[in-house]
């Protein structure tokens, strides 16, 4: 079945430096998954962070950015400087392109910034 | 700005007893879900409704249901509820397939 496996538990990173997040993925559909990070900041609900559907293509949002590599089936979350207000639990995950419905998330990472 | 809500927020009972949560989303979106949440932070999903026809069921226990009035509202029923469901279980939304929104969870205790 489908599955989504990303860096696992806790990273620390001080402020400003660089953060890469691991996310590789197995789906079972004919064509290519969307792939999407979503990231859930201390005290609100789970939120989208950015989506990608096209196999090539980049997404970012909020400095945060993400390549759809279809060759390694990967989806890595980097940002090239981190600030304390990036501290948060960030999950990747998929959906497949005949069914659009199910979301299938990794395990979570927690990301804290240290000042 | 919260556009799907979820109650409660907490719930603590026994084991045996019947509970139910409540979501209800103001998005104007036609498909509604309930994920589980367990307590090694993995996120999987149990239903999803798309204007009251049950679209997803991933081997979920029978002692779960699903309730939708509407395409508004999706409530979650634990007919008999047992100590593995403890958990965080999370409400979303979506349109036409589209990315999915959340509530904030409601969280269970079983004792």
């Known amino acids: 079945g489908d599955s989504v496996t990303q860096t696992e538990g806790q990273v620390t990173v001080s402020e400003s430096k660089s953060l890469i997040i691991n996310c590789t993925y197995s789906?079972?559909?004919?064509?290519?998954?969307?792939l999407f990070w979503y990231v859930r900041y201390p005290g609100e609900g789970l939120q989208l962070l950015l989506k990608?559907?096209?196999?090539?293509q980049k997404g970012s949002s909020r400095g945060f950015e993400a390549t759809y590599n279809k060759e390694a089936t990967s989806f890595h979350l980097q940002k090239a400087s981190v600030q304390e207000s990036d501290s948060a639990v960030y999950y990747c995950?998929?959906?497949?392109?005949?069914?659009?419905?199910?979301?299938?998330f990794g395990s979570g990472t927690k990301l804290t910034v240290e000042p | 700005e919260t556009a799907v809500f979820q109650t409660p927020n907490y719930h603590v009972t026994q084991v045996g007893n019947e509970v139910s949560f409540n979501c209800k989303q103001t998005?104007?979106?036609?498909?509604m879900y309930w994920y589980k949440q367990d307590s090694k932070k993995l996120l999987k999903i149990m239903f999803s409704?798309?204007?009251?026809?049950?679209?997803v069921n991933e081997t979920v226990p029978r002692r779960f249901s699903p309730q939708s009035s509407d395409k508004a509202h999706l409530n979650l029923r634990i007919k008999s509820v047992e100590p593995e469901d403890s958990a965080v279980y999370l409400c979303?939304?979506?349109?036409?397939?589209?990315?999915?929104?959340f509530g904030p969870g409601t969280r269970l205790t079983v004792l």
């Open positions: 979303a939304s979506s349109h036409r397939g589209r990315e999915q929104y």
């Open positions: 789906a079972t559909s004919i064509g290519y998954p969307n």
């Open positions: 990608v559907i096209t196999a090539g």
């Open positions: 995950a998929l959906s497949e392109g005949t069914n659009y419905n199910v979301l299938y």
């Open positions: 998005l104007g979106h036609d498909t």
């Open positions: 409704y798309n204007n009251k026809q049950l679209i």
